[in-house]
Each structure stands twice: as C-alpha cells, then as structure tokens.
C-alpha cells in the first residue's frame, strides 16, 4: 500500500537537484514554440465530454485543435495528446498549438487535426487543471496510463476516433496518425500505438512512466519478445528524472531515466524506426517543450514534398481521391 501511494504522486516527486544551476534552467522555448506575425492561427474547438463504456461511468474531456489550412475535402492528419489540459496551455511548456500554426504554415509537418483529451473522470470529480495537477489523486489517470493493457488504447479507438470521425474528415491511413504525451500520458501514448498500429504509428513520449506504477517497466521484455510492429518513437527524458529512490532505497523498477533507455534499447535492437534524446533535466516539461517542435518533425519527415518551382501551395496538401464513378 505505501508504494501505491507514492506512486499516485510520482508526477509531482522532484529528485534531489545536483549542484549547480537548477537543471530545469537550461531550457527555454524557441519561435518554433510561440506565435508569429503572418501565421495563421489554427482554432481550439471545445471543450467536449465523451462518456466511457470502456472505464464504465467515466467521462473524457478533450478540446480539437483544426488548423487555418483545414480543407474538409482532404483527409488530414492526426495527432492526439494526453493530459490535454497541459499540452494546450498558451502559457505553459508545451504550447502545442503555436507549434503546430508554425509548423504547419511552415510545410514542416502536414495539415493536422490535434486532439487534447484529458484522463477519465467521474462527473463529480474535478477536471485537472494547471494549476491543480494532473489528476493522479483525482482522476482515473493513474489507472488508464499506466497499466499495460489495451483499455486505453479502446477509448481511443473505439470512443474517440468515431467522434472525431462526425466532425472531420481524419485520414484512415495509421501513417497519417499520431500521439503523444507526458510521463504517464507517455507510456499511455505507447499504449495505444503498441496495442493499435493499424490505428497509430507514431509516438511522442516525454518524460515517459515506462515504470512499474502498475506494471509499465515490462515493455522492453515485450517489445523483444513480440514481432515487429510498424511503428515510430521519439523518446525523451533527462538523468535528473525521478530515479527511483524511495526512503533511502533504489529500485531499478522505478527509474525513469533507467527505464526510458531500456526501451530505446530493446526498440532499437528489434530495428524500430526509434530517435531519442536524453538532457539532464528534472520530470516535466521544461526539456520536452523546448524540443516539441523537432520531435513533431522528425516524427512526420516523410511527408510528401513539392518542388516544383511554381508550387507555393502546403507541401503536405493531400488531393481529394478520385471520385468513383458509375460504370
């Protein structure tokens, strides 16, 4: 019982700072990360509640990002966040959506649809905010996230992507789909991918809790294990992440930066198409959102490009499929 109460607030447990500058005082978000004059600014739709069937008397809140470049004519891209609260923060350390305006007026990822839905909670339960947490105590986060089964990966894809599939015209190619998210909303992300990749292939995971919360430090056995799925990760963390000291104890089990660089190398070893990049910065958002933009990049660098010389429209611009015809 005294670990599962701990790790209800692993989130939130900062490791003894080295000496010198904090390490969180390194970073700093780039233009990538804020507005721009002349970009178009994409539009925050929400924010909508989906019920659960899944986690039974559960609800999602989640908001829709729709970029000024949509065209309901042509499939778009997908990208979904977890704790959506945090990566749809104008003020925070993510901001999520002026990278998405920059890079998307930039031709550097493709016209995407971004979804920030938040973890699972009873109407009567409070939604996790900024400034209040991000629900591990108050929410069904701590379950959802981090246990490694498929149930997430159902909210996902049997809850969620029917709604979205109402609004917008979402490619149906797992190609053109993504997700991501932070600590426990990290592993989550690679929850789904795993357990879905005819769904999504891509993962962006910061600060991932690939840790045993509730069982998550077994994905490196599985990915050696299992055969081969088609799917990409970016991973990273920092060496001042939680590591796994309790009361004076080290547990291998609970170190993230550990735990982080076991998965890379078991993806690596199976030949995943897998990038990471490792700092020194404390669990958060600090090292992540400074690099948001280079890990979307890198995640979507197979977009289709133009080079034609006259050709000023999006390089990610999809054409409409032909109309089928009667015969």
């Known amino acids: 019982m005294a670990v599962?109460?701990?790790?209800?607030?692993?989130?939130?447990?900062?490791?003894?700072?080295?000496?010198?500058?904090?390490?969180?005082?390194?970073y700093r978000l780039g233009p990538d990360s804020l507005p721009q004059d002349g970009v178009p600014k994409g539009q925050i739709?929400?924010?909508?509640?989906?019920?659960?069937?899944?986690?039974?008397?559960?609800?999602?809140?989640?908001?829709?990002?729709?970029?000024?470049?949509?065209?309901?004519?042509v499939p778009a891209s997908l990208m979904v966040f977890q704790d959506g609260q945090a990566f749809k923060d104008e003020n925070g350390d993510l901001r999520t959506g002026n990278v998405m305006d920059n890079l998307i007026y930039r031709r550097e990822i493709p016209v995407m649809i971004g979804v920030?839905?938040?973890?699972?909670?009873r109407p009567d339960q409070a939604e996790p905010t900024p400034q209040t947490g991000w629900g591990d105590g108050t929410t069904n986060r701590r379950i959802e996230y981090n246990t490694p089964d498929d149930k997430y990966a159902r909210v996902i894809t049997e809850e969620l992507m029917p709604a979205l599939d109402k609004g917008y015209n979402i490619s149906k190619d797992p190609e053109q789909r993504g997700i991501g998210g932070s600590s426990s909303g990290a592993i989550a992300a690679f929850a789904v991918a795993w357990e879905r990749p005819n769904a999504f292939r891509k993962v962006l995971s910061n600060v991932g809790s690939f840790v045993d919360l509730q069982g998550g430090h077994v994905y490196p056995e599985r990915v050696l294990a299992s055969a081969k799925k088609p799917i990409r990760v970016f991973l990273c963390d920092g060496r001042n992440d939680n590591r796994g000291v309790r009361d004076g104890v080290y547990d291998q089990k609970f170190d993230w930066f550990y735990q982080n660089v076991r998965l890379m190398k078991a993806l690596t070893q199976k030949g995943y198409d897998v990038n990471f990049s490792w700092s020194m910065n404390l669990h958060g958002q600090k090292f992540g959102g400074m690099i948001l933009p280079e890990m979307m990049r890198w995640?979507?660098?197979?977009?289709?490009?133009s080079t034609g010389v006259n050709d000023m429209v999006e390089r990610s611009f999809r054409k409409p499929a032909p109309k089928k015809t009667d015969r």
């Open 45 to 73: 739709r929400g924010p909508f509640t989906l019920p659960s069937n899944v986690y039974p008397g559960t609800q999602h809140t989640y908001w829709v990002y729709v970029p000024a470049q949509y065209d309901a004519a």
């Open 4 to 26: 599962a109460a701990s790790a209800l607030v692993a989130f939130a447990q900062v490791p003894p700072v080295p000496p010198g500058p904090n390490p969180n005082s390194q």
């Open 116 to 121: 920030f839905i938040n973890p699972g909670r």
């Open 299 to 305: 995640l979507w660098r197979d977009s289709p490009v």
